[in-house]
């Protein structure tokens, strides 16, 4: 994490040497002759090195349209500058996970000693940067004690990797009774194929494979558009790679439909059905990585899983021992997004 000296907000005096591995000056200025790793900010917020290439931005963040801003710019530029308001970590963590291995660094500027360590580890990774006024060396003396300990923490070995997410069986290990609560159907606009289902779960690093009501019935006509995907509770994933609680989602969303082979295809919502049903938890293990995941059902008999072999049993017919498919993954989510942090639901 680089510590950055901020010399473009006016210093009131003669610059003195500081142990900065950045010096942000203001467009114009002369470069102290105590450094070379400078850039200069200019006033409508472009970032520009010493040959005037322009290579980020400073944005401030304190409201939603600010936040938005910096996503945009997500990819585009290598430094982004960020300046907080009343909230600071919610707004640094969104944009912190949607930075994260998009080769946008991000900068975080800090007033108070309080903000140095929310910023430095903002879920767990933290940002590359912190922006330092040229006057406190209480804030500076406090930056880089936090700046030895976050590079001791990643030197451990500790640092997060995201691992690929794929289909994989798992082992049915509790079946229990779930209680009453609020059940979702997501309604799609397309007919969803036998085999096709939503991934859904209690974690969103643990998503049960859940069928379609595609199949014929004596009792009740099919509902091939139709997936009754369990407690409102649940995550589910969209066809973006994010996840959304059933609760959050709308018509007009955009969800992955998933088969037994891995293959995914995107299918928009209609509707949302929900109504007070009888539930089933389903606990179920990944015995290579020991991930435990568990995803709430209705107790009724058109609720289908999808086996490794393509069989589609309904949830009250499946017994512990059985196996099951699902979407394991190591890593944590922050709002939805995959974020290099970890993160335990149980």
Known sequence: MELWLDAASGNGGILQPHPADCVLLAAGDDI????????????????LDTSTNPVGVHLDISDAEGQ???RSMIGLVSWIVLTTGDWQMIPLENIVAAAQGTGTNLVARIDTLQAIRGAAFALE????????????????????????????????????????SSIVPVEIIAIEDGGIGDRVCVDLTSILEVGEGLLIGSSANALALVHGETLESEFVPPRPFRVNAGAIHSYVLMD?????????????????????????????????????????LVRFNHPESGIVGQTFLQQAET???ISPLGEMPSVTSITVGD??????GASARHIG???LSVAEER
């Open 125 to 164: 990774t933290g940002v590359d940067g912190l922006l330092l006024p040229a006057d406190n060396a209480e804030i500076w003396a406090d930056a880089q004690m936090i700046a030895a300990e976050r590079l001791a923490i990643q030197s451990d070995g500790n640092e997060i990797a995201i691992d690929d």
């Open 32 to 47: 102290p002759d105590w450094t070379d790793s400078v850039l200069f900010a200019c006033n409508d917020g472009r970032i």
């Open 68 to 70: 938005d801003t910096a």
């Open 303 to 305: 609720v289908r899983l």
């Open 323 to 328: 196996l099951l498919l699902a979407r394991i």
């Open 337 to 339: 997004q995959t974020v």
């Open 240 to 280: 973006d790679d994010s996840t959304k609680y059933l609760s959050e989602l709308k018509a007009g969303d955009s969800v992955s439909i998933c088969n037994s082979s891995g293959i995914v295809r995107s299918a928009v919502i209609g509707r949302m059905k929900i109504e007070s049903r009888p539930f089933l």
